[in-house]
């Protein structure tokens, strides 16, 4: 597992890039998250800039519990939510899969009594690292 500052990040090889965002959801799923958005960063790149982009896309999460219990304390907390993955191909042939650390995101609010939530939800999307890490060839 790399730690980028802001996000957790671990490399997939041997499986396809479809592959890994199906079982990234399946895993965000063990662990009470739905995802809500998806952007496909690659045709939204060739749509709008007629750009030939690498397989990216931006999986938007969400724990409906924790939402709830974030948003009880500050209404304008949903500036930060969801909590983003992104998912892409990288240059040594393998498949990127990063996670926001909500901890850092939070930080920026300045509330100590959003701490706690934030720690539950960083604790949950790190379970899913570890299962994703499972997969790594």
């Known amino acids: 597992m790399a730690d980028t500052g802001y996000g957790y990040t671990t490399k997939i090889s041997g499986l396809s890039f479809d592959d890994v965002v199906e079982k990234t959801t399946e895993a965000l799923k063990t662990q009470g998250f739905g995802v809500i958005t998806e952007i496909d960063v690659k045709a939204t ?22 939402a709830h219990q974030a948003l009880g304390e500050d209404l304008f907390i949903g500036l930060l939510l969801p909590c983003n993955v ?52």
């Open 45 to 66: 790149m060739k749509k709008k800039l007629d750009i030939d982009y690498r397989n990216y896309k931006i999986l938007g999460a969400c724990n409906p519990k924790f």
């Open 86 to 137: 992104a998912v892409f191909d990288d240059d040594e042939g393998s498949v990127t899969v990063s996670l926001v650390k909500p901890e850092e995101m939070f930080k920026v609010v300045d509330k100590p009594e959003l701490a706690p939530i934030a720690a539950g939800v960083g604790e949950r999307l790190r379970a899913v690292l570890g299962q994703l890490q499972e997969l790594r060839g």
